[in-house]
């Protein structure tokens, strides 16, 4: 550190541990450390916290991306609840997906972990595999086509016309009546991800002395020994995993995409996410899109907000 | 039913249960059967059972049907299982990607560009930030770790007008800057890691401090060969990121797609390529799973610190 002059330490003394306590010369004391956080916040920032703020901004505009955006107050919002009927449709799909899709999801991927925990270690490595493979398998769920497809080659039509079942094939991905249930049977299907990883990772460090103890203390049976025992003390990866469930559950918009068509047929397939991308990208309305992208963004965010606090009850 | 706090071990086989107050509340044997019941185990696995064949049979079909010949293929009734394996499929892909106008070999390498500079630079970049986060305090330290757990309660899908928007003004459209870049900052990644640094005991970095030695060499050489599980859990989830990445809307131009955008034109292509549809299923299903299939305990001992704290 530079010494300070000789007039400045006779006229203006320096109070001790004064400045120690100030915020900035805590900031000082920490450069090095800030240093090291630079890189990837001044990115974060860049691609996540300001991406958020220009969405909420250009949800009052209209934008085509060619023209500088016009303020339009809340134009856009009161046209997406009133006049535009398809987004309620994708909401109303939107939010049974996620109702069931996540829950489902949740509670298979802590069952699921919960039962393979039991297993000799090398079955268990197995089983992670075949549960946590569709996930990490990128664009595998194509392979829900063959099962469902609309001529009598695909797997379920061969089948149910096979046994008499139907007279002429289904065309599953096309039929309105389909097209929901599949969509949500795929997005179970993939969505035993990083969740389910924390699961089974929790489960390992729940200290077994603590399942001991607690057969003394008169647990009886497997459900009071999960309730009493092995849920509080994986009520941090309870946490993660709801906010990873969550996540997903509100974002199906790629599978729909790919396995019903864009548009899907009747909009039997429309979530909020294929909405936003067909008036962002197809329609380029970016300001109406921008407003989808918020209201997902306030839906997400405070499911998630409301499902950490309902877990904090766990064990209670 | 209040639950015992302190269990402690005072011989091999004996122990003893504490309660809040550090009372002596019972001696027990160790290994005493817990609560089972056998059926309760039979329904439970059974229940397991099903729902493996549930997840494993889309799988089993992708490899099936990547080793059947085009006849099987359309088969009526339809069959599951390959009756005569063959790699003809595989042989086509192959001349159908040479024949392409942008050679396979100009995608692979989009893919390996891509996903190479993109894991790279987030294993260090977020593993540079997650250290401060994890062993100091400073002013902001709490906020910024706080909008890191907000940013993974909203999918990317939220943002993806702003960032194309940002992305256009940092003159990155169409380059693979474009998805590299956003990759550093992935949070799931720092989260993971900063989670995982908090084991390293203090008393390292402290001592590692008290030798002069300055922060980032702290990161660098203390903490990081510590958390060697942490980098590859890093390195893979990232790497399935970018894997699956088709370019989507950022990158326009053929001959700067990645190999996974190549291989959904193809997997999609309807009946005419159903055989070299189903070989790259195969391809984009086998490289990930491999991956993880290699790092699984490593994977698994870094998700046992991701727990979020109340």
């Known amino acids: 550190m530079k010494k300070r002059s000789l007039f400045k330490r006779i006229f203006f003394p320096k109070p001790a541990n004064h400045q120690r306590n100030t915020t900035w010369a805590l900031v000082k004391q920490n450069k090095q450390s800030y240093m090291l956080l630079a890189p990837y916040f001044i990115l974060f920032f860049t691609f996540t916290v300001l991406p958020v703020v220009i969405a909420i901004a250009l949800s009052f505009t209209t934008f085509n991306i060619l023209q500088t955006p016009q303020f339009v107050g809340w134009t856009n919002y009161i046209r997406l609840f009133l006049e535009n009927e398809v987004f309620m449709v994708a909401l109303q799909n939107t939010l049974i997906i996620a109702v069931i899709a996540g829950p489902v999801s949740y509670v298979l991927c802590f069952t699921f972990a919960w039962i393979i925990n039991e297993l000799p270690p090398k079955v268990r490595a197995v089983m992670t595999v075949i549960f946590y493979a569709p996930s990490i398998s990128g664009n595998v769920f194509f392979i829900w086509q063959f099962f469902f497809s609309g001529d009598r080659y695909g797997l379920v039509n061969g089948w149910l016309l ?60 497997r459900w009071q020994e999960l309730w009493y025992i092995t849920l509080p003390a994986m009520r941090p990866q309870l946490m993660f995993g709801a906010v990873m469930s969550i996540t997903a559950a509100f974002s199906v918009g790629d599978i729909s995409i790919q396995l019903a068509g864009f548009p899907s047929v009747n909009y039997a397939g429309e979530t909020i996410v294929t909405h936003m991308m067909d008036f962002g990208w197809i329609r380029f309305e970016m300001g109406f899109a921008s407003a989808i992208a918020v209201i997902l963004f306030l839906m997400m965010v405070g499911s998630n907000k409301a499902v950490q606090r309902l877990l904090r009850k766990v064990g209670s | 039913m209040a639950a015992p706090v302190i269990s402690k071990r005072i011989h091999k086989s004996q122990f003893a249960v504490y309660d809040e107050r550090g009372r002596k509340i019972k001696l027990a044997k160790r290994g005493k059967k817990l609560s089972r019941s056998t059926g309760g185990t039979i329904a439970l696995f059974l229940f397991i059972g099903l729902f493996a064949v549930f997840m494993a049979l889309p799988m089993v079909l992708t490899i099936s049907n990547a080793f059947k010949p085009l006849d099987e293929l359309f088969y009526f009734p339809p069959r599951f299982m390959v009756r005569n394996p063959t790699l003809s499929n595989f042989s086509d892909l192959f001349i159908l990607l040479q024949q392409s106008w942008v050679p396979f070999s100009r995608y692979f390498l989009n893919s390996l560009i891509i996903t190479g500079f993109g894991t790279l630079g987030h294993l260090l970049i977020a593993s540079a930030a997650a250290y401060p986060l994890a062993k100091n305090r400073f002013p902001g330290s ?160 870094t998700m046992a610190t991701s727990g979020m704290k109340e």
């Open chain 1, 162 to 221: 096979n046994f008499g079942l139907i007279d002429g094939p289904i065309n599953f991905f096309r039929d309105t009546r389909f097209i929901l249930p599949l969509l949500l049977v795929v997005q179970v299907w993939l969505s035993l991800g990083v969740a389910f990883l924390a699961f089974i990772a929790g489960l390992q460090t729940v200290d077994k002395a603590m399942y001991e103890a607690g057969a003394i203390d008169g647990i009886k049976n």
């Open chain 2, 142 to 301: 709490q906020f910024l770790m706080s909008m890191v757990i907000l940013s993974l309660m909203f999918s990317p899908v939220v943002t993806g007008i702003p960032n194309f928007l940002i992305l256009s003004q940092l003159n990155m459209i169409n380059t693979q800057w474009a998805l590299i870049v956003p990759a550093f900052a992935a949070s799931l990644g720092l989260y993971l890691m900063k989670q995982f640094m908090e084991q390293v005991p203090d008393s390292l970095v402290e001592s590692a401090r008290m030798d002069g030695c300055r922060e980032i060499g702290i990161w660098w050489r203390i903490v990081m060969p510590n958390v060697k599980p942490a980098w590859l859990t890093l390195v893979i989830l990232m790497f399935q990121a970018l894997w699956a990445n088709t370019g989507g809307v950022v990158i326009h131009s053929e001959e700067l797609r990645p190999l996974t955008f190549a291989m959904n034109m193809l997997a999609g292509g309807g009946i005419a390529r159903a055989g070299t549809g189903a070989a790259v299923m195969f391809i984009t299903m086998i490289v990930p799973v491999t991956f993880f299939v290699i790092s699984q305990s490593r994977i698994v001992e």
